[in-house]
């Protein structure tokens, strides 16, 4: 889990090398993750409680899934897996929302963000994460507003780009 193969990547999201993550992280060189917005069809967004086990962010509340590429791994591959590995749910359809270019406030991270629907119930990946729990877009927005220390950076900078997104209507008409 904490020293799986990635693709570094140049400027430009294409493919330079391989190596472990834990050297990606101490370099802080360029690679990829994906981040999924679970809502439900009562326009709820699913946040994560990231587990006190993990290296990074440790506690702190977190996009509904998220993960890094795998090696030879393609964005749309990825999200699926994040969402069956954390929340052990698969989903229909995934809609390609943006993507974030790296920079140190995402840890050098090329972000793929992707929206689904899904009202659950998920069985939660224990190692991955503490508990979750579904709030409104209001409550979201005054948390991310106020600049909640207990949510993570990227996913405060995640939703401040999603709710400028040009079609972040509900999530209901969406399906």
Known sequence: MHNELLDVVDIDDAVIAQQPRSEIHAKGLRHRAVHILVFNDHDQLFLQKRSMKKDLNKGLWDSSAAGHVDAGESYIRCAPRELQEELGVSVDSLEALFKLEPSPELGMEFIQVYRCRHNGPFSLAAEEIDEGCWLNRPSVDERVASNDPTLT???????????????HMDARALF
Do not use: D
């Open 153 to 167: 950076l990227t996913f405060k900078i995640i939703w401040q780009r999603f709710r400028k997104f040009p079609n």
